[in-house]
């Protein structure tokens, strides 16, 4: 509770990937973020010790935070990691700035988590497709979970309202080499 979903930050692996574009700004990643009296569903999962590490090098550009979920029916959960924002400062301090460079400033970006409201940055095409196919398959109140309480960047416009204005979200292609990988 308390965090909201928001498409915010640029991931290297959409650039890696070809599957971002810098000049629309199309290249947003899904993070958390804090932000008061706000709640959306989950998905908990277990990941095994051993494949922690592997976890944290996929997921390289987030502050992974302990959180505390409420189950459906209002109880209290345990704690779960959570992708949240962080800082450039904050990565770069525990990453490196040789790091930064490779995986960001090479595709022409100067920031990570520096994208404010006004920034105009918008969700990877094929990624966002990639998660609507994905909640659509844990049904419907999974599904309108997200689309009304998963946000722009620009934290006001819900991903119900800019699928709604931009319906070709959902005809947009993974890359024949990704289609495995970006299909939900």
Same mark, same amino acid.
């Given at each position: 509770?308390?965090?909201?979903?928001? /498409?915010?930050?640029?991931?290297?692996?959409?650039? +890696?990937?070809?599957?971002?574009?810098? +000049?629309?700004?199309?290249?947003?990643?899904?993070?958390?973020?804090?932000?008061?009296?706000?709640? /959306?569903?989950?998905s908990v999962f277990e990941i095994p010790?051993?494949?922690?590490?592997?976890?944290? #090098?996929? #997921?390289?550009?987030? +502050?992974?935070?302990?959180?505390? /979920?409420? #189950?459906?029916? &209002?109880?209290?959960?345990?704690? *779960?990691?959570?992708?949240?924002? !962080?800082?450039?400062?904050?990565?770069?301090?525990?990453? &490196? +700035?040789?790091? /930064?460079?490779?995986?960001?400033?090479?595709?022409?970006?100067?920031?990570? !988590?520096g994208w404010d409201a006004q920034s &105009?940055?918008?969700?990877?095409?094929?990624?966002?497709?990639?998660?609507?196919? *994905?909640?659509?398959?844990?049904?419907?109140?999974?599904?309108?979970?997200?689309?009304?309480?998963?946000?722009?960047?620009?934290?006001?416009?819900?991903?119900? #309202?800019?699928?709604?204005?931009?319906?070709?979200?959902?005809?947009?292609?993974?890359?024949?080499?990704?289609?495995d990988r970006y299909s939900g």
């Amino acid at each position: 509770m308390d965090f909201r979903r928001v /498409f915010a930050h640029p991931a290297s692996i959409f650039f +890696q990937r070809g599957i971002a574009n810098l +000049q629309t700004k199309e290249m947003a990643s899904l993070s958390t973020e804090p932000a008061p009296g706000c709640s /959306f569903l989950v998905s908990v999962f277990e990941i095994p010790e051993d494949l922690l590490p592997d976890f944290y #090098e996929r #997921e390289e550009e987030f +502050q992974i935070i302990r959180a505390r /979920f409420h #189950e459906l029916d &209002g109880r209290v959960g345990a704690e *779960a990691l959570m992708c949240t924002r !962080w800082s450039d400062e904050e990565y770069i301090a525990k990453r &490196g +700035q040789d790091t /930064f460079d490779i995986k960001y400033k090479a595709y022409g970006l100067d920031t990570i !988590w520096g994208w404010d409201a006004q920034s &105009g940055i918008l969700p990877c095409r094929v990624y966002l497709r990639h998660c609507l196919l *994905a909640v659509k398959k844990l049904g419907e109140e999974v599904y309108d979970d997200f689309v009304a309480t998963t946000y722009l960047g620009d934290r006001t416009t819900t991903i119900k #309202e800019y699928i709604e204005a931009n319906p070709s979200i959902m005809l947009e292609r993974p890359p024949p080499h990704l289609v495995d990988r970006y299909s939900g």
